[in-house]
């Protein structure tokens, strides 16, 4: 699985967040990411969505082969609220 947003997403993320959107450093210029695999001889596929994963997923598995899944993504959430329990 390659999720994708084209940038250091959490960075890119407390930028906008804490920083007022001053961005730096943060967005990116990925490789192409299918001729990289498949110059490794590893199968590339594409799901840009939930059932397109989960397709994709079995795909692999019944391949037997090794694979990525390459998945668009937007910017995810912060993780913070989920690692730290609130004080009890």
């Not at 890119?12 to 210029?29: A, E, K, N, P, V």
């Not at 059932?51 to 937007?74: C, F, N, S, W």
């Amino acid at each position: 699985m390659l999720f994708e947003d084209n940038r250091f997403g959490n960075v890119w993320r407390i930028q906008r967040d804490t920083y007022g959107g001053r961005f730096i450093g943060s967005d990116l210029t990925n490789p192409d990411f299918e001729l990289l695999v498949k110059a490794f001889g590893i199968d590339f596929t594409l799901a840009e969505d939930a059932d397109a994963v989960q397709q994709r997923i079995g795909e692999a598995i019944a391949a037997r082969r090794p694979a990525v899944i390459k998945v668009p993504v937007d910017v995810f959430p912060s993780p913070w609220p989920f690692i730290h329990e609130p004080k009890r």
